[in-house]
């Protein structure tokens, strides 16, 4: 599989078939890298192995596991130890089961990863599992061992290939006690149905077009630092009206989803002490100083938008560029000059 590398080698075992596959990471992480730094010169800070008895730092190769006992004793476990564990999964997936997928609590859901054919035999059998999950309308349940202990998996279709999900042990799930409201809640039907269309409403929002704006937003002060610009301002959070019930709540949460127009004084808390405003003053110089306010804030808010949009296109380019150029060997001031100088002027336009 082209530019995914096997992090473990085995076989399926399906009753007597045998099916030897490569294990492959299903999801891959784009968070921003960091580096850990000296904070008052900037340099880097490595983590750096030493040996208790020697006093003396030590390489990769120079390093094995042990096992320490309750006296502080350390027994020293060799691969060659670990290849005669007294279990059939030391590299061998093995299926015990097939269930429903609705029959797996999600809380049990662990890492992803995709399982490819070994070897050209590997064809026939993989693509008779495949198809018997799918014909099935099943997942296979299975034990493996990986990273030093045996794990728990569940195998099912994804596309045309098999991928495997990691599964905490049952025992290993807490139960929820203690954690829903103790006190006696009565819903009333109107609460219900506003629920049911806010749902209906937000279920229009397809997972395709999520994305991550906290990474995004890294990515923009990344940039900044590095051309030497002002860091990006930090928007003003909106100021939100005084909900005065669920209800309300739930009324306008459904109008602003489906963008249409918020009522006047919808959810507004009256002040206390104060008269209500004159005919006149309502429709004059009050209405139109909101009314004014309002335009400007929208103004300012679409300028906003166009700017951060333009920022974090730059942003994310750069930022990946330098994380690129990072990976374990430069710093980030390493990005060329030419990025850079587009960064700034991309900002100045904005």
């Known amino acids: 599989m082209p530019h995914m590398r096997s992090i473990w080698n085995g076989v399926i075992s399906f009753g007597l078939v045998r099916i030897p596959i490569k294990l492959v ?13 000296h904070t008052e010169d900037g340099g880097r800070i490595r983590h750096r192995k030493f040996c208790e008895l020697e006093d003396r730092e030590v390489t990769a190769q120079e390093i094995s596991r042990g096992y320490e006992e309750a006296d502080g004793t350390i027994i020293p476990i060799t691969d060659e130890d670990l290849a005669h564990l007294p279990i059939p999964t030391a590299r061998t997936i093995e299926i015990v089961t097939f269930v429903p997928e609705d029959r797996i609590d999600p809380l ?18 993989y693509t008779l599992l495949r198809e018997a999950l799918k014909r099935g309308n099943r997942v296979a349940i299975a034990k493996f061992a990986l990273r030093g202990r045996e794990r728990l998996g569940m195998l099912r279709v994804v596309g045309e290939a098999i991928a495997l999900h990691g599964l905490l042990w049952p025992d290993e799930v807490r139960a929820p006690e203690g954690i829903a409201p103790a006190a006696d809640v009565t819903l009333h039907d109107k609460e219900l149905n506003l629920a049911d269309a806010l749902v209906d409403a937000l279920s229009e929002v397809g997972l395709e077009d999520l994305r991550d704006e906290y990474r995004e937003a890294v990515e923009e002060v990344v940039a ?14 909106e100021r939100g009206v005084e909900i005065l019930d669920l209800t309300t709540a739930l009324e306008r949460s459904v109008r602003a989803v489906r963008g249409e127009p918020e009522e006047a004084g919808a959810g ?82 904005a």
């Open 25 to 37: 990471n299903a999801t891959e992480s784009h968070a921003v890298p960091f580096r850990e730094i």
């Open 108 to 125: 049990q859901l662990g890492a992803a990863y995709y399982l490819a054919a070994g070897r050209a035999p590997a064809a026939r059998p």
């Open 224 to 237: 900044a630092k590095i051309s030497g610009e002002a860091l990006p301002e930090v928007p003003e959070p």
């Open 268 to 349: 507004r808390s009256p002040r206390r002490g104060t008269s209500r405003s004159s005919p006149e003053e309502t429709g004059g110089r009050k209405s139109t100083s909101t009314a004014e306010k309002k335009t400007a804030s929208s103004a300012r808010k679409s300028t906003s938008r166009t700017s951060r949009a333009e920022q974090r296109t730059t942003a994310r380019s750069t930022a990946r560029n330098t994380a690129k150029s990072t990976a374990g060997k430069a710093p980030a001031e390493e990005t060329p000059a030419k990025a850079k100088k587009t960064a700034a002027s991309r900002r100045r336009s």
